[in-house]
């Protein structure tokens, strides 16, 4: 018995659903085809989802914005009107969230003065009200012209590093952008000559040949960061070397003032010695002498106590005599013989005769 086309095609059939229907017998075919069409369509049902109900939900968290008061003097906490619109024009662009969600975002990131200002428009402003509203009060009031001028006479502080002055021509580029006085394809070739016409002298004459190869921005950027960066290592390193060195130069200075001083010290008191003892020496010439023509007045070494002569005074107590020298009296009443003999004065006849 032959297979037909049909018979063909319905194996295959069989094959493609990954079954195998029991056909031992004719009975058994049937109970199998009711069995598997009663599972099929119990599968089927529990596939398909409830009728009035969407396939998918998805829940948006409200959208949030920087605070934005209008002021001035704004914290670290307050953006700026220029980055506050960002924010805004970013959330409106992604379709994420309808007009009306972004609208609310927008009035509640409101606070002081700016709140004031979306309060006087009323309730039914809408977003772009809101935003024009903003444009006028806190947007840009420069020309398009004072802005390129801005920009083509902006140069690096002494100070500010590249990235700071980078971010600054694109600020100013990105206002002359926004009053539509720039070409979209030039912007970054303005970009790349600008920030390397304003750097600094010193950074720039390093720098001259990157700029000869270099024709991104972005990469002209990298390359000035690691350039910059060298240069700062460079002058750090300089500057330990240096402060070393005047630190050796410190010490080595200190210890040669110690000596100085010292030597200063020494010479001051060996000339303060030496006027003591010029002093001293200007001072008991006369007394010395009277003391040894006193001490070797008389024969035999007499000395005056044994003599009869009243004992002296020690050196130094009361006046000096300017006839003998001697300390103890005065001129007046002067007593010492001058002949170097001890007798007193109304003594007669010589020491050596009476002994004899």
Same mark, same amino acid.
């Given at each position: ?9 319905? /194996? ?36 398909? $989802? $409830? ?70 428009? @009323? ?6 009200? /809101? ?71 010193? /950074? ?6 990157? *700029?000869?190869?270099?024709?991104? *921005? ?57 006027? /003591? ?40 107590? @009361? ?38």
């Amino acid at each position: 018995m032959e297979i037909t086309e049909e018979e063909k095609k319905l /194996l295959v059939s069989f094959r493609q659903l990954g079954v195998q229907p029991k056909a031992d017998t004719k009975e058994d075919l049937q109970a199998w085809i009711q069995e598997y069409a009663t599972s099929a369509s119990v599968a089927v049902k529990q596939e398909s $989802p $409830p009728q009035g109900l969407p396939p998918a939900a998805t829940l948006l968290q409200a959208p949030r914005l920087s605070c934005f008061t209008g002021n001035n003097t704004k914290k670290d906490t307050e953006a700026s009107y220029d980055l506050w619109r960002y924010e805004v024009e970013c959330l409106r662009a992604s379709g994420t969230h309808n007009e009306q969600a972004v609208l609310e975002a927008a009035r509640r990131s409101l606070r002081g003065l700016a709140a004031r200002i979306a309060m006087r428009l @009323g309730t039914h402003a809408t977003l772009e009200d /809101l935003l024009t509203k903003f444009g006028s009060v806190y947007g840009a009031t420069q020309s398009k012209e004072s802005i390129l001028a801005q920009f083509y006479s902006a140069r690096q502080q002494k100070g500010e590093d590249v990235s700071s002055w980078s971010c600054r021509l694109e600020d100013l580029l990105m206002r002359a952008e926004e009053l539509g006085q720039v070409d979209p394809g030039k912007r970054g070739e303005m970009l790349r000559c600008m920030l390397w016409t304003g750097l600094l002298p010193d /950074l720039k004459d390093r720098s001259g040949y990157k *700029f000869d190869t270099v024709k991104d *921005f972005d990469r002209l950027w990298t390359k000035l960061r690691r350039i910059e960066q060298e240069s700062v290592q460079r002058t750090e390193q300089t500057s330990k070397t240096k402060t070393s060195a005047i630190s050796n130069m410190a010490s080595t200075s200190d210890e040669q003032d110690d000596k100085s001083r010292i030597q200063a010290l020494e010479g001051a008191v060996q000339k303060l010695t030496d006027e /003591l003892k010029k002093l001293q020496k200007q001072r008991d010439p006369v007394g010395v002498r009277g003391q040894q023509q006193f001490k070797n007045a008389g024969p035999s070494g007499q000395q005056t106590q044994a003599s009869g002569q009243p004992g002296r005074r020690k050196q130094g107590d @009361g006046p000096v005599c300017y006839r003998c020298g001697e300390k103890g009296h005065i001129r007046a009443g002067c007593k010492v013989r001058l002949d170097h003999s001890a007798r007193r004065l109304n003594e007669t006849g010589s020491t050596v005769r009476d002994s004899q």
